[in-house]
């Protein structure tokens, strides 16, 4: 295999472990194949390696050349979750997130623009960071996408629905926002909301300050994005301005409907509390907790 590939690159062991943890195979074999996807990848498109690798959850970046231009190679095993990045990329064309240059989706490949990996919105104070990143929300917020094949509002809420029955408390809380998520299944939504945005996935850029990156979206309401910058940075908003306040900012900054984001942040973070605990946190599941007895 060509040392343009992975081949003399020792995958991090933080990223391996999070591939195989609860593994069926699958996570292994994409493991397997994942030096001679990158060096196909490589070699079809004409690019050069240009420095370190980084990684997240389920996937790799890789910073590259084409000619002298500067781009960076994505790779992730595609699941459920972010199998749609590549049609949401497409969507924005560049507007408020990075640019996709080209894509293999079916095999998680996306070719991107590259961007400060060294500078995110988690450098930013959290009175800034919360005011880019609701404004960001905002204008990624696509009203009437056309027909896309997304993910629709009901199957966001059986996911956090599921979560949540699995991790219910006695409290009447956590039971009335249950019964008002089932009471929302087949409400339908027009607009295409960001998920999964929160600091970390946005990075500096040279086109705009700020641009987002790793997008997870659903035809869903615009409130069903402002969680994740609740519970991201939690103790820094709650000393700072307080949780309620910095709701009630992100609520102001994209337009949302109050009523439907605050049933829709309580959902998400009661659901969140569960998942992370689950999966071993201790702070995380405390901090989600604080914030859905915060809102009002």
Not at 163 to 182: F, I, K, N, V, Y
Request: glycine content about 10%.
């Amino acid at each position: 295999m060509s040392s343009s590939g992975l081949d003399a690159v020792e995958l991090p062991e933080t990223f391996t472990r999070a591939i195989l943890r609860g593994d069926d195979g699958e996570g292994r074999r994409w493991l397997e194949a994942l030096p001679r996807l990158a060096a196909d990848v490589l070699r079809e498109w004409g690019l050069a390696r240009d420095g370190g690798l980084r990684h997240g959850h389920c996937g790799i970046v890789l910073p590259v050349r084409r000619g002298g231009e500067p781009l960076a190679l994505k790779l992730t095993r595609v699941d459920a979750w972010n199998a749609h990045e590549a049609v949401a990329l497409r969507m924005w064309a560049g507007d408020g997130v990075v640019q996709l240059v080209d894509a293999r989706p079916e095999e998680g490949v996306l070719l991107l623009e590259r961007l400060d990996p060294d500078r995110d919105l988690r450098t930013a104070p959290i009175g800034e960071a919360l005011i880019v990143a609701g404004d960001l929300l905002r204008r990624l917020y696509v009203a009437k996408p056309g027909e896309l094949d997304l993910p629709g509002f009901t199957v966001e809420l059986k996911d956090t629905i599921d979560e949540l029955e699995g991790s219910l408390r006695e409290g009447t809380e956590d039971r009335r926002t249950l019964a008002w998520a089932r009471s929302m299944l087949g409400t339908r939504f027009e607009g295409v909301a960001n998920t999964d945005l929160h600091y970390e996935n946005v990075l500096a850029g040279s086109r705009e300050p700020w641009l987002v990156v790793d997008p997870k979206v659903a035809v869903a309401p615009i409130g069903f994005g402002i969680a994740p910058l609740l519970w991201n940075r939690t103790e820094e908003i709650a000393s700072e301005l307080g949780l309620q306040a910095a709701f009630d900012l992100l609520v102001e900054r994209t337009g949302a409907d109050r009523e439907l984001a605050l049933e829709c942040t309580r959902l998400r973070c009661l659901a969140y509390a569960g998942w992370t605990r689950r999966k071993g946190f201790t702070r995380l599941p405390e901090n989600a907790r604080r914030i859905s007895d915060a809102l009002r």
